[in-house]
């Protein structure tokens, strides 16, 4: 398997603002609240996240803001950003550095199921790409200190993401677009898990074990392509359409 060529600071900042914009278009913002983080390319321990106070729809990759793991700012800039909210963000790209993206949402449907005792059930093709990938976290108050951060990442491990029990999703990828799509799943799973409920009263067909981890196989091939390679373009023309100028 031929590697891939190494991405750039400039890459990242774009392709981390473009999915700010349009998490903002799907209305998986929270007003000024929950991120989307991304490692910057050779510079190890440093993390690019937006700056605290800006809406979703107002990040562009310029004000995206370069902190440490700590959640410092390290670019000169003395920005303001959220420290307590990078305190996930943080624990989980130290515990893994394969990852260049960590998104953490308050998304409607992710929420939501993010409060059932079972989770995200083998329900839909969606569901099934995260098959045996998603695991859980129990809350535990708004305060993230040291000892919760090493059970989240314990819970973690090497998977796709996590469903914080009563606070929301959370997901990671190799790359900006591979963390979007798999947010994107992780959402359009739960919205039809949960409409499917609502409709029998709690009872859904669920694929067989075998049947669901087929199709993670088949989903994810032999590796060559990642999820968000082939979408991720039309993402951004989209984006560039809706929302220009998160490019400067």
């Not at 591979?178 to 009872?203: K, N, S």
């Not at 989903?219 to 984006?239: F, I």
Request: some cysteine; aromatic content about 6%; proline content about 5%.
């Amino acid at each position: 398997m031929s590697a891939r060529p190494p991405r750039t600071e400039s890459q990242v900042r774009t392709d981390l603002a473009a999915a700010y914009r349009m998490a903002a278009v799907n209305r998986w913002d929270d007003t000024i609240y929950t991120h989307l983080s991304a490692s910057v390319p050779g510079e190890r321990g440093h993390y690019l996240i937006n700056r605290f106070g800006l809406g979703f729809d107002e990040v562009t990759a310029s004000n995206l803001v370069k902190v440490n793991v700590a959640g410092q700012v390290v670019d000169g800039s003395a920005a303001h950003v959220n420290p307590s909210g990078f305190a996930i963000h943080g624990a989980v790209h130290a515990a893994r550095p394969d990852v260049e993206c960590v998104i953490h949402l308050h998304t409607p449907w992710g929420v939501a199921l993010s409060m059932l005792p079972d989770g995200l059930q083998p329900t839909s093709q969606w569901a099934m790409r995260l098959h045996q990938r998603l695991d859980r976290h129990p809350y535990e108050g708004l305060a993230l200190g040291a000892d919760e951060q090493q059970r989240l990442v314990a819970a973690l491990g090497s998977l796709d993401g996590l469903l914080l029990e009563n606070h929301g999703p959370l997901v990671v990828g190799r790359t900006v677009a591979e963390a979007w799509m798999l947010m994107h799943m992780l959402e359009r799973a739960a919205q039809a898990q949960l409409r499917a409920m609502a409709a029998t009263g709690g009872r859904v067909m669920q694929a067989a074990p075998e049947l669901a981890a087929l199709t993670y196989r088949q989903w994810v091939g032999d590796g060559r392509e990642w999820d968000g390679d082939a979408e991720w373009p039309a993402l951004l023309r989209r984006v560039e359409r809706m929302h220009p100028g998160f490019k400067d």
